[in-house]
């Protein structure tokens, strides 16, 4: 295929957003700290640029470009907007937590975008060796993320665990990749496709396929691959875990989405299987292990881990209905994790950390519209109807049960209840306890109002989910 | 139109919300003008729509707005279903709404929680639009437990008062019991119909009127009068029926604008609004409307007694409402919907006006509400006295008007229609009307007429009301006259209520009526040869001779019929009964599960047994997280070799 520039049109985002990181870049060297509003508003302004045209460009159609390495689809759009537009919070919530550690530095915004222009890639790939470009170019910005907090040895360590085991699971994904290849001779996923027609119980296959799940429950964090999961969300400065727990949940999803149903359909017997043993394995131990957090970054991780069990009930459905569902879960979630960590960065003061769930005690009469947006995202979290939570687990139980998974559904309502008691005990702390100190509560204005925004978004969707789920 | 419908639901919300959230934000005036705002624009929007019915040629609409979720082919929607009935609804309720908005400027004035109580009043605004507005069940129950729930937290406002907090306990309780049918009713329709959607629901319900289920062994009883009665049991409710009326009287310990606009003129009516929009169903169904019938005509009369021996003068007026309350009942069970709505209608005038004007007062007196003390308040609030007295007039059923043309509708549909408990009914309602112009002109002579209060200090600061209070009781005293005489040949016999109202033809009263009806002068010359009007007048007069002329004749027939005063002044016991065998019941049955079931089976053995189980299970399970990085790696090794067997090697 020859190339010509109407190629570029597709990766308009990707371009954008791009040039916007190489602008930062060079910004950043020549401001002072007090001028680095400026980069931090090109920065807001290249993801709302970026989302806004992936939005423009989406119109249902897929395209295939560079030689059929990249794609761009309907799926592609979706998650791409809801990366880019739930970055804006990210950001606007980072800030502020960083500006009070006073380590608000250029780099934090440069390896974040870097890091969502690779999850975009990620999300856009039709083939392996784009994919694990973006894969690289993502998890590489993390490692330094985590790593951000130069002083804190608490955070080089989980740095230095995170890239040790994500170089381990890089390992086992292309080993797998090359299985793949050895057993089918393709690189594209519709190539792929096309060549394991009927082979569905070919031994090289199969053996593939495994490295490749283990890879993707890697970059998921589903049991019994989450070691580095509470061990990061600890470790690394709230912003960066902020970062960490939200979007790349999203890019994930388009990672497992391409390489099991684009690529890898035919398989679907046997990697429901799989799904169905990490699922299980995540719910159950992310569930009961938050219970026993006193520290509430950990108890966020424990419970990532049970949510991503949550999301893999909708890939592996294996229906349209539940990779929609997948999506509407993992979108929902990527919000709702923001708002909480959000909440806790706007508790943070300055040089100390807010983590410890007693700290939350008697938030109400420190900060009722806090307090408020807490109970709005504990609530979806644990899936409490009006919230979106609520109908991002109906919809994924609902299609496990229509393609006859019952025993599955109701294993997951039965852990869903159990987690329910560690996110209400939050909501308890807030309302129902006495403050422990009297340190008054300070968050920048922006915050505040995203944080608002945030909360009341998860009531929104939930009475009125159709807005959401009409998208995808 | 479907903008205009909105507009007129979400106004008043968007009023409550700004005045709630961001109460220190907007100040006392910005709380009241926020709101009077939203609700203003909601009137007018309502007014405009009902024009279009009444002058125009708007057509009944059912629309769809937004389909929540759907369930196992059940759909949970938010739509309207505007009609003429919905459309009179809205407009009394926005106007009464607006009334009792402005007046509370003047009545809260120096109150404490001054934005919360504006919040909530335009939030039971919201609510009370969406339960009228609504097409289907699921947004009824919706509203339904909204105005429940406003109405809970305003008899409460007062929160540091023990008597408002246990009155507000009493009716969230007592509304749990109607609830409780109400939501099994519905729950009985949707398992019929598969629908909660009314036109699909009156569209299945023909076919079902044959129906026989079995509720318990060795029954058979009609689907309809069960599903008509388990409805009927939430209207109970809600509108204050007897045995379910206790929660009403007390609920006075709200304050008064809330008694004027909750308790009398909109949210217990809705028990009345529900029943007349299931006509349909109703109508498949007499041994339902036999047991509204009898219901209505009991609480009408025996509620009634009570009045005359109230002393706190929100009382009087309270046990008034539940009087009319079961005249309206009354008028559903003989198939005269129209005219219980029709009565509805007149009834939230002037009742609102009678409570306002009976707040206005009880702003004169400095909150003394014990109409002993009062007595020749005309001298000094005449503008109050004058309000009062068209409303009171309006309430016995004086010819011309409003609560004339709706009463005697009432009684003579009763009279005309023939089902099981018709004689009992008329007769009651009948000897209702002597009842209640009695304990009406009792209540006014004694606060308005006579010697001056007893209290000098209170004396001397009595004065009119301020214009905000004032406004208002005029603006109602005006419909309450005249209203009655203007739309009673559309609302009983034209055709307004043809496409909103069901009746059977067999059952159509109304109808039946009509035939004899040559425009409103000629009801009222026939009304005025009726035994109602001279029983209304005889009341008045005995109250007048009583109260006026001879006031030891009151303390003579209290002496001597010392039991009678005794049972009425006790409320015929309900209160005792029910505290003991119901709240002490429950108490006692609460703590037999509490000790053995709650605490031993519950708490010991399931939950925190299970706590424990999870407990430990967690505390276990975190030692997996060592810290070590060889740990880690070797977990997802592992992992990887157990994926591996199972998939590779076993297969």
Same mark, same amino acid.
């Given at each position: ?295 509430? &970054? ?175 | ?43 007018? *929007? ?83 639009? /969406? ?173 009634? *007694? ?131 112009? *009695? ?19 209170? &004396? ?30 559309? /609302? ?17 009263? *109304? ?141």
């Amino acid at each position: 295929m020859a190339f010509d520039t109407t190629q570029l049109i597709p990766l308009l985002p990707e371009i954008i957003l791009l040039v916007g990181v190489s602008l930062v870049l060079v910004i950043d060297l020549m401001v002072t700290d007090k001028e680095r509003t400026w980069p931090f508003m090109l920065t807001l302004f290249t993801l709302l640029a970026a989302g806004c045209t992936t939005v423009m460009l989406a119109d249902g159609t897929t395209q295939v470009v560079f030689d059929g390495t990249y794609i761009r689809d309907p799926m592609s759009d979706i998650l791409k907007a809801s990366l880019l537009f739930l970055a804006v919070p990210v950001f606007i919530y980072a800030r502020e937590g960083l500006m009070k550690s006073g380590q608000w530095r250029g780099e934090f915004m440069t390896l974040t975008l870097f890091a969502i222009l690779g999850m975009m890639v990620m999300i856009s790939s039709n083939g392996f060796i784009s994919l694990y470009l973006g894969l690289e170019l993502l998890s590489l910005c993390l490692y330094a993320l985590v790593a951000f907090n130069r002083d804190s040895s608490k955070s080089a360590e989980a740095a230095m665990k995170y890239f040790i085991l994500g170089a381990l699971a890089s390992g086992l994904l292309l080993y797998g990749i090359s299985m793949l290849y050895g057993a089918t001779g393709k690189l594209d996923f519709p190539s792929i496709a096309q060549a394991v027609v009927g082979k569905e119980s070919d031994i090289v296959l199969v053996f593939g396929l495994v490295f490749v799940v283990i890879g993707l429950a890697f970059k998921f964090g589903a049991v019994p691959f989450h070691m580095w999961v509470p061990d990061v969300y600890d470790g690394a400065t709230t912003p960066v875990t902020l970062l960490v727990g939200s979007l790349p949940k999203i890019a994930a999803l388009g990672l497992a989405m391409r390489i099991l149903v684009d690529g890898l359909g035919e398989l679907q017997e046997s990697w429901q299987m799989m799904l169905i043993i990490l699922a299980l394995l995540s719910m159950a131990l992310g569930n009961l292990v938050a219970i026993a957090q006193e520290n509430i &970054k950990r108890m966020l991780a424990y419970s990532t881990i049970s949510h991503v069990g949550f999301i893999f009930l909708g890939i592996l459905a294996g229906s349209d209905e539940g990779y929609r569902a997948a999506i509407f879960y993992v979108i929902a979630y990527a919000a709702m994790a923001a708002g909480a960590f959000g909440v806790l960065i706007a508790l943070d003061r300055k040089g100390l950390e807010v983590d410890q769930l007693h700290q939350l005690k008697g938030l109400n009469e420190k900060h009722p519209w806090l307090a408020g947006t807490m109970l709005l995202l504990m609530f979806s979290m644990a899936g409490v109807p009006p919230t979106v939570g609520f109908f991002a687990k109906l919809f994924v139980l609902e299609a496990i049960v229509s393609v006859g998974l019952t025993w599955l559904a109701l294993v997951a309502v039965f852990f869903s209840i159990i987690g329910a008691f560690y996110y209400i005990r939050v909501v308890k702390h807030v309302y129902f306890d006495k403050p422990t100190d009297d340190v008054e509560v300070e968050v920048g204005g922006a915050a505040q109002v995203m944080l608002a925004i945030n909360g009341l978004a998860m009531l929104a969707l939930g009475l009125f989910p159709a807005i959401l789920m009409n998208l995808i | 139109m479907e903008t205009i419908y909105l507009t007129i639901v979400l106004a008043p919300l968007i009023g409550a919300i700004i005045a709630g959230l961001w109460r220190n934000q907007v100040g006392k005036a910005g709380a009241h003008w926020v709101t009077i705002i939203g609700v203003g624009i909601s009137c007018v *929007l309502s007014i405009y729509v009902l024009l279009g019915f009444t002058h125009g040629d708007a057509e009944s609409q059912n629309l769809s707005l937004y389909t929540w979720m759907v369930s196992d082919g059940l759909r949970f929607e938010i739509g309207f279903l505007v009609d003429q009935l919905t459309a009179m609804m809205m407009a009394v309720v926005t106007f009464v709404s607006l009334m009792v908005h402005i007046y509370t400027v003047g009545y809260m004035a120096h109150e404490e929680g001054y934005q919360r109580f504006f919040s909530y009043i335009a939030l039971f605004t919201f609510s009370m639009l /969406m339960l009228v507005m609504s097409n289907n069940f699921m947004q009824l129950f919706f509203g339904w437990e909204a105005v429940g729930l406003v109405s809970y937290l305003l008899i409460g406002f007062y929160f540091k008062k023990e008597t408002a907090i246990f009155a507000n306990l009493k009716a969230f309780l007592v509304n749990r019991v109607g609830d409780f049918g109400f939501i099994l009713g519905i729950a009985a329709i949707a398992m019929y119909t598969n629908s909660l959607d009314y036109a699909e629901v009156f569209e299945k319900s023909a076919g079902l009127a044959n129906e026989q289920i079995t509720v318990f062994p060795g029954t058979s009883w009609s689907l309809m009068t069960v599903i008509c009665v388990l409805l009927f049991i939430g209207a109970m409710g809600k509108s204050a029926q007897m045995p379910l009326h206790v929660w009403l009287p007390d609920s006075m310990e709200g304050p008064t604008p809330i008694s004027a606009l909750i308790h009398a003129a909109t949210m217990v009516t809705a028990g009345i609004f529900m029943v007349a929009r299931m006509s349909p169903l109703y109508e498949l169904s007499e041994t339902a409307l036999s047991f509204v019938l009898i219901i209505g005509a009991t609480t009408a009369f025996f509620t009634g *007694l009570i009045g005359i021996v109230q002393n706190d003068i929100k009382r009087v007026v309270a046990y008034s409402t539940l009087s009319q309350l079961g005249y309206m009942i009354a008028a559903l069970g003989a198939s005269a919907y129209a005219a219980g709505v029709f009565h509805l209608m007149t009834h939230a005038f002037f009742k609102a006006l009678l409570f306002l004007a009976a707040g206005s007062v009880i702003i004169g007196m400095h909150h003394d509400q014990d109409i002993r003390n009062m007595g020749g308040i005309r001298k000094y609030m005449p503008i109050t006295w004058i309000t009062s007295l068209l409303g009171s007039l309006a309430l016995i059923g004086t010819p011309f008007f409003s609560g004339f043309f709706s009463k005697d509708a009432i009684i003579e549909s009763v009279h005309l229609a023939d089902r099981f408990g018709t004689n009992y009914a008329y007769y009651l309602l009948v000897a209702g009307v002597f009842v209640t112009a *009695l304990y009406s002109f009792r209540m006014f002579f004694l606060v308005f007429h006579g010697n001056g209060p007893r209290d000098e200090h209170a &004396k001397a600061h009595l004065h009119e009301s301020p214009w905000v209070v004032t406004v208002p009781l005029v603006l109602l005293a005006i419909p309450s006259v005249v209203i009655g005489w203007f739309t009673i040949e559309p /609302m009983l016999f034209g055709e307004f209520f043809k496409d909103a109202i069901y009746v059977d033809s067999a059952n159509d009263v *109304l109808a039946h009526m009509g035939e004899g009806y040559h425009g409103a002068l000629g009801f009222v010359v026939h009304g005025v040869m009726q035994a109602p009007f001279w029983l209304a007048l005889g009341g008045f007069l005995t109250a007048w001779y009583i109260y006026m002329m001879k006031p030891s004749i009151a303390l003579d027939i209290k002496v001597r019929f010392d039991w009678l005063y005794t049972i009425l002044d006790r409320k015929y016991g309900f209160d005792e009964l029910f505290q003991f065998v119901f709240a002490g019941g429950s108490r006692m049955l609460g703590k037999i599960f509490w000790k053995g079931g709650d605490q031993f089976l519950i708490d010991g053995v399931a939950v925190n047994g299970s706590a424990h189980g999870v407990g430990w299970l967690a505390s276990v399970a975190r030692y997996l997280q060592t810290g070590f990085l060889n740990h880690y790696a070797i977990a997802m090794i592992l992992g990887l070799i157990g994926l591996v067997g199972w998939f590779v090697i076993l297969q």
